[in-house]
């Protein structure tokens, strides 16, 4: 909808209201067109104001609309008639304006923005690209150069630098209403001609070819194999060497392609799934619109190590009082100053004051009596963490919420250390915490709806995605990790070499391949792991092959590495070689390719080829294989939670939606039939065997993943 009144005498004012961001729906497209139509016929109405209810001007396109039929007026007429007025129009820009909403602002006349507001041209995160106009006034408008930027990563700007590239023509700290509608007054019967946008020629660029191949190439390498940044910059190559019209038809064409693709599915499923795990529910019943969180006045973290740091660094942006315990001196001052560098680090780039006075630091556990809740991140290591927490349950006041750091240790052990089990959760931040995304909010049977609401809560304020989740071994990213990376050891035993498995894996999308990964995170975390689990070191049986561990197949390829010190990039060797211990840039080793030839040779095994299809099937489908299981078993309440989890925190690639929405788009049934082939050939790894859910899905007709969870609920009833 919009509404329509006239101020100040000669001002019309559109105003658009489709709340939360009064975006462009059919009625609201409708309204617009009945609206400036009346405007620009009331010969009172010298010019025209078009601003947003609520302080915000427009947030784009109603995504609800997406894959249905579109009904109402459609944009690019619409915007051009507001471009071709024969009245000065102005945008009130309040709050934001994005996508289609930037691109309205764009066929206006003239653009005012209120200091706090932010623009840009998001399309290309929903696989998309500018259609209404967007990527043939954008250039014409700051240039090819800045156009490129802010199309194919569809960033936002703020007002400031808006006003700095040419979006904007005024910034005000005022009201924008009414400092729209005094420039309006002051522009009433001025010629428009030199206005019109679509009539300007593009910046002049020496070498605009050059110009687009060099951004395509930087495109191509960022993009990982999604196709809409490169459709961007194609679109705008056609804004710099085409005509208007024929611009508009080349943008025509390049959203036609990209609007029906599967990568357009997948960025917009991830798009909604984003915002359907905030909807959290336990099987408790408990549930984000039924649960309170508590006010949280004090936080502490314990433990400054690099996930303590990262946790402390993030929640002194987000605005909240910590005090921070680190029992070693000398690790104290150390973390101090490096607190201190990421917090002044992250204010620069954000052109803010550092939040140094949010935190305080002690050696002393005591000093924790008052605070609301505790983030433990001490080391992975649980005899020392039940002491901490028994520690925590002593000194902290009644009440104070629990939470553990734990990547994937018992989270009910740990609540069994404390006198109020049911203030216990699990916050599974990813590395570096201050930077990456997800966070998992790990429940067990007892912990209480308010405690996960609260963690929930806590980490949207640091601006995470939080997923809750429940209690098992790796919870949901880790347990499902551990299935790829068995599987692409298992492919080097079998004839793979590192680079093989990684190429296809970052060929399919990943920024890093598996063996890459390990490299950069360390072979000993995992192989200190697996030592704890018995199944590395001495305290393997004697007897026992180096290749069965409780029956099943294992490959000690990584113990084996770590044996001989090469524990990645911080010794410079590992599954690669680097120019030095600390060095990033991987490179093949001959000395791993030997190895492997003298491992395969000691063991009987006779090497063959692989190629890059049975890669990824191996480690895809095993990994998709072990998120069925996941649901089956209620640890996570749906395939968004699986598949957010993944994007945010492992690096999955967005345009592929996440393992379980990739397991649709391939099919269930190809799924399904592939599992059953690996496993018939390697039945001494039961992860292979297709789960049961994944078998009724594919006799239910393979449902698309949002009907999946009628599927577990009739499952989890049945048991």
């Known amino acids: 909808m919009a509404q329509y009144s006239r101020i100040s005498g000669s001002v019309g004012l559109i105003t658009l209201s489709n709340p939360p961001v009064n975006a462009l729906s059919a009625a609201v497209r409708q309204g617009i067109v009945d609206t400036v139509e009346k405007a620009l016929g009331d010969p009172q109405v010298k010019s025209v104001v078009i601003c947003g209810q609520d302080g915000i001007f427009c947030g784009g396109a109603d995504i609800k609309e997406f894959g249905k039929n579109m009904s109402g007026p459609p944009l690019i007429p619409m915007i051009h008639t507001i471009e071709c007025a024969t009245k000065p129009m102005v945008a009130a820009i309040e709050g934001s304006a994005l996508g289609g909403g930037l691109e309205l602002a764009l066929g206006c006349h003239y653009r005012i923005a209120h200091s706090k507001a932010r623009l840009g041209l998001p399309e290309v995160t929903l696989g998309l690209l500018p259609a209404a106009g967007g990527s043939q006034r954008l250039p014409r408008l700051i240039g090819v150069p800045a156009a490129l930027d802010l199309i194919t990563t569809g960033r936002h700007v703020t007002a400031a630098e808006a006003l700095q590239l040419g979006i904007v023509d005024q910034v005000t700290d005022h ?3 009414d400092a729209a509608v005094k420039f309006a007054l002051s522009v009433a019967g001025k010629p428009l001609d030199t206005r019109r946008i679509s009539t300007y020629p ?27 940044p490169i459709a961007c910059v194609q679109a705008v190559r056609a804004a710099a060497t085409l005509p208007y019209t024929q611009g508009m038809e080349r943008e025509k064409e390049l959203m036609a392609t990209l609007y029906t693709s599967g990568q357009a599915r997948a960025l917009q499923y991830s798009f909604f799934a ?70 002044n680090r992250g204010a620069k780039r954000r052109g803010v004051a550092p939040p140094l006075d949010k935190i305080s630091y002690s050696c002393n556990l005591q000093d924790l009596a008052d605070v609301d809740l505790v983030i433990e991140a001490v080391f992975e290591d649980m005899t020392l963490k039940k002491k901490v927490f028994r520690q925590l349950s002593a000194v902290c006041k009644p009440g104070t919420l629990l939470c553990t750091n ?46 996960v609401a609260t963690a929930m809560q806590l980490g949207k304020k640091m601006g995470k995605v939080s997923v809750a989740v429940g209690n098992c071994r790796g919870f949901v990213g880790n347990r499902m990790l551990k299935l790829y990376t068995e599987q692409a050891s298992f492919l080097l035993e079998e004839g793979a070499t590192p680079d093989l498995v990684d190429q296809a894996i970052e060929e399919f999308g990943f920024p890093m391949g598996v063996f890459k990964v390990s490299d950069l995170s360390g072979l000993d975390v995992g192989w200190r792991i697996r030592k704890e689990e018995k199944l590395a070191g001495l305290s393997v049986a004697s007897g026992q092959s180096t290749r069965i561990r409780e029956g099943r197949r294992y490959s000690p390829l990584a113990d ?17 070689q680097y120019d030095k211990p600390g060095g990033r840039v991987a490179r093949s080793d001959p000395w791993l390719h030997h190895f492997l030839e003298e491992y395969r040779a000691q063991h009987g095994l006779v090497a063959r080829h692989i190629d890059h299809q049975e890669v990824l099937e191996r480690c895809l489908y095993a990994m998709i294989n072990e998120g069925f299981r996941i649901l089956e078993d209620g640890i996570a309440a749906g395939p968004e939670d699986i598949d957010v989890i993944y994007v945010f925190g492992y690096g999955w690639p967005r345009h592929r939606g996440g393992p379980m929405f990739y397991s649709g788009m391939v099919g ?12 018939q050939a390697h039945p001494d790894v039961p992860h292979l065997q297709p789960c049961r859910l994944l078998r009724r899905l594919v006799a239910r007709g393979s449902p698309p993943v949002h009907k999946w969870r009628e599927v577990i609920k009739n499952l989890h009833s049945q048991l």
């Open 668 to 679: 269930l049934e190809k799924v399904l039939e592939r599992l059953e082939h690996y496993y």
């Open 202 to 228: 593009c910046p002049h660029v020496s070498d605009v070819d050059a110009l687009c191949e060099n951004v395509m190439q930087k495109v191509r390498k960022s993009a990982h194999g999604a196709i809409a």
């Open 175 to 177: 009201a924008t209403v």
């Open 406 to 451: 734990t990547s994937g240790l018992d989270v009910d052990q740990l609540a069994s250390q404390s006198r109020n089990p049911e203030l216990v959760v699990g916050m599974h931040f990813f590395a570096p915490a201050h930077v990456m995304k997800l966070l998992e909010v790990v429940y067990g049977p007892q912990s209480s709806p308010q405690a």
């Open 560 to 576: 084996l590495l770590c044996e001989q010190g090469r524990f990645g990039q911080k010794t410079g060797r590992g599954w690669y």
């Open 274 to 343: 984003q915002r359907a795990v905030s909807k959290w529910r336990i099987p408790s019943g408990a549930r984000w619109d039924t649960s309170t969180p508590r006010p949280l006045h004090k936080v502490a973290v314990i433990g400054l190590g690099t996930m303590g740091r990262g946790i402390t660094v993030a929640l002194a942006q987000a605005g909240l009082p910590v005090i921070t315990v680190e029992t070693h001196e000398k690790q104290l001052m150390e973390a101090k100053r490096a607190v201190s560098d990421m917090l």
